[in-house]
């Protein structure tokens, strides 16, 4: 079966087995109807970031808020697991986002604004509503917490500041 790719970098189309660009020596991605489409609506696309750096929804929430038109598409990456001599493999989705290249540099500010907002949530202390009632006074007698002087919660954030 025969496929449709296209650079990343420089928009040359691709068919057939082919996975480097001849040009640019990029990696080729994967275009579907999808993809086709929205190269109709944005003319100039330029990869923005990918889900690696910052969480999607981040990034869409920050670039719809600025009206900013884009299209997300989906690769995927193999990455080594375990020991290097038993040559086991995850393949991980990563998703792209892309924009208008004229829409780049507010683009890149949504970008910056979607990852401080991403880290700070992430800098939040959890808050797990769903334990049972009752749970505190049934473990503070528990003589591991009687004697570091913490409740299991204080505990439990200990834990995951390793």
């Keep these: 079966m025969e496929s449709n790719r296209m650079c990343p970098k420089c928009s040359k189309k691709y068919s057939g087995d082919v996975s480097i660009c001849e040009k640019c020596g990029e990696v080729l991605i994967e275009v ?33 808020q600025r009206r900013i038109p884009y299209f997300t598409e989906e690769t995927h990456k193999a990455v080594p697991t375990g020991s290097s001599k038993m040559g ?39 808050q797990y509503i769903d334990m049972p009632e009752g749970f505190e006074e049934e473990n503070e007698g528990d003589e591991n917490t009687k004697e570091k002087g913490k409740g299991w919660y204080e505990k439990l954030i200990d834990m995951f500041r390793l």
């Excluded at 109807?33 to 609506?41: G, H, N, T, V, W």
């Excluded at 003319?43 to 889900?51: I, K, N, Q, T, Y």
């Excluded at 208008?100 to 949530?121: P, T, V």
Aim: proline share 3%; hydrophobic share 45%.
């Design 88 to 126: 086991s493999m995850n393949i991980l989705t990563i998703t792209n986002i892309y924009v208008n290249k004229s829409d780049l540099e507010e683009a890149d500010r949504a970008f910056a604004q979607a990852k401080e907002e991403m880290e700070f949530d992430l800098s939040l202390p959890v």
């Design 32 to 64: 579907s109807k999808d993809f086709e489409l929205a190269r109709s609506i944005i003319r100039e696309p330029v990869l923005l970031g990918s889900d690696e750096e910052v969480d999607m929804i981040y990034v869409k929430e920050a670039l719809d």
